[in-house]
């Protein structure tokens, strides 16, 4: 059995007990304490569910890779400036 904390609530429940049952929302699976959570989750889930960040990397064909422009992926933010030559003294 597995624990999981309704998105409601707060409460850690086991998923084969689940008291007020499960919903999907954006093919993701909620469980939750009592129905009266579940039904508030049905009213407003964006209220509930917690913002999806995508994750700074990518994997392809089993290689791990930073996303470009994530920190350590080499890309242009991290590129030298280009050289300044108007601020350096003539040479004759």
Same mark, same amino acid.
Not at 46 to 57: D, K, N
């Given at each position: 059995?597995?624990?999981?904390?309704?998105?409601?609530?707060?409460?850690?429940? *086991?998923?084969?007990?689940?008291?007020?049952?499960?919903? *999907?929302? *954006?093919?993701?699976?909620? /469980?939750?304490?009592?129905?009266?959570?579940?039904?508030?989750?049905?009213?407003? !889930?964006?209220?509930?569910?917690?913002?999806?960040? *995508?994750?700074? /990397?990518?994997?392809?064909?089993?290689?791990?890779?930073?996303?470009?422009?994530?920190?350590?992926?080499?890309?242009?933010?991290?590129?030298?400036? !280009?050289?300044?030559?108007?601020?350096?003294?003539?040479?004759?």
């Amino acid at each position: 059995m597995s624990q999981v904390t309704d998105p409601v609530c707060g409460m850690t429940i *086991e998923t084969a007990t689940a008291a007020g049952g499960r919903a *999907e929302h *954006e093919s993701q699976r909620f /469980y939750f304490c009592s129905d009266s959570c579940r039904r508030a989750f049905k009213e407003e !889930p964006e209220r509930f569910v917690p913002e999806r960040h *995508e994750a700074p /990397y990518t994997v392809k064909g089993g290689v791990t890779a930073p996303k470009f422009g994530s920190a350590g992926s080499g890309g242009l933010e991290h590129d030298p400036l !280009p050289e300044r030559h108007d601020d350096r003294p003539e040479r004759r």
